[in-house]
């Protein structure tokens, strides 16, 4: 126990030599907790849209104006010609195109119908959908008022409605960000714990001091705990103050038990550590650690349903993001945080991640006595 103890002595004490430690574990978490929620904003807005006028009415004015009011679509373009229209779709400065035909006000009130032309730029297939649907919404809402306007009550024309009553659960107003910081949190312990463990030993490579390390009385689980054990001080010390940020900044507190948070903060880390160190037995140099660790930052991110839905991915990727513990713990994150769930609903999640911590710090372990 005692050289377990000097060697933690000794690793902390190197720790906070680095001048540049307290920056990252503090002002860089801070720093990105607060920028990247603005900046991943599910809630697209600014979509442009030209509007095709070929009928110039009190119907089609009324409409326009109700567009431009969402809030959600801006005017690129209003006009009566076609010609113009589409350039605007050809100079990408239109998402989206609505044509309201001659005779739209006539035809509605004598034939109750009237068809409308939507264009839609589908280069970013998912501001198209998203346009779209908006602006689907706003035609119906508007076709209810014309309705409702036009309608008169107890007439023999008046046709029965049903209401929709929708109630969003976990998240009444669907504020985006109360999903995405839960996930940027588990990116950052995974970005900075991880990086950090895996420049550890690396840079004791680099300065040539693991050979001296190798031949002191310093036992493998030793030398190995010595490593892991400030990073899992670290880790928690970034989970801390995203924790404190979240609920400073986005006023989000977590529903569930925080201590079982901590709980499998424990477990994330023990894998991920080991995942770090495995990183180091396979570099020589903290150049070649952070070209890795930067390769598996991007498919962690892309694949861990931090942006993206697991379940809608392809059969194969949806196998390849579980064996990564980063995609358990956003599962978890939101699980606690957003529906307050309990142990027993995340217990599948934490027997997962100890297997695969157990996996890669046996490889790590193993591959370090091969290379020492």
């Known amino acids: 126990m005692r050289p377990l103890l000097f060697l933690l002595r000794k690793e902390f004490r190197q720790v906070f030599r680095d001048r540049g430690f307290i920056g990252r574990l503090f002002i860089a978490p801070a720093i990105q907790l607060i920028l990247l929620p603005l900046a991943a904003n599910y809630t697209i807005k600014n979509i442009n849209i030209g509007i095709v006028d070929h009928d110039h009415s009190q119907v089609s004015r ?10 959600y679509f801006k005017l690129a373009g209003y006009t009566d010609f076609n010609s113009k229209a589409g350039k605007l779709i ?18 509605l009130i004598r034939e109750g119908s009237k068809k409308l032309g939507i264009e839609v730029n589908a280069i970013n297939g998912v501001k198209a ?57 588990v990116s950052l312990v995974t970005m900075i714990a991880g990086l950090s463990a895996a420049f550890n030993i690396v840079k004791e490579k680099e300065l040539g001091t693991i050979e001296q390390i190798n031949v ?43 201590a079982l948070l901590y709980l499998f903060l424990e477990v994330f880390l023990f894998a ?61 994150m939101r699980m606690i945080v957003i529906k307050g769930s309990g142990f027993h609903d995340i217990l599948h999640h934490i027997y997962a991640v100890l297997m695969i911590g157990a996996v890669l710090n046996t490889w790590a372990i193993i591959n370090y006595r091969k290379t020492s």
Do not use: C
Not at 217 to 243: D, E, N, R, T
């Open 216 to 258: 002191t009385p310093i036992k493998k689980y030793q030398f190995i705990l010595g490593k892991l054990i400030p990073f899992l001080f670290i880790g928690l010390v970034v989970f801390s103050v995203s924790l404190l940020i979240a609920r400073v900044i986005y006023t989000i507190i977590p529903l569930g038990n925080i």
């Open 129 to 185: 959908s998203v346009g779209f649907a908006y602006l689907s919404n706003i035609l119906s809402d508007y076709n209810n008022d014309i309705r409702a306007e036009w309608v008169q009550p107890g007439s023999a024309g008046e046709v029965p409605t049903i209401d929709i009553i929708t109630s969003y659960w976990y998240n009444p107003t669907l504020t985006y960000f109360i999903f995405m910081v839960p996930g940027i949190m």
């Open 272 to 332: 991920l550590l080991g995942f770090g160190l495995l990183i180091s037995t396979f570099t020589e140099t903290q150049q070649q650690a952070n070209s890795l660790i930067f390769l598996f930052m991007m498919v962690f991110n892309m694949m861990s349903g931090l942006y993206t839905p697991i379940d809608s991915m392809p059969s194969w990727a949806q196998l390849v993001a579980h064996l990564f513990p980063i995609s358990y713990f956003i599962e978890v």
């Open 62 to 71: 009324k409409l326009s104006e109700k567009i431009l009011s969402s809030g």
């Open 90 to 107: 050809d100079a990408d400065k239109a998402d989206i195109l609505l044509e309201i035909p001659e005779k739209f006000e006539k035809d």
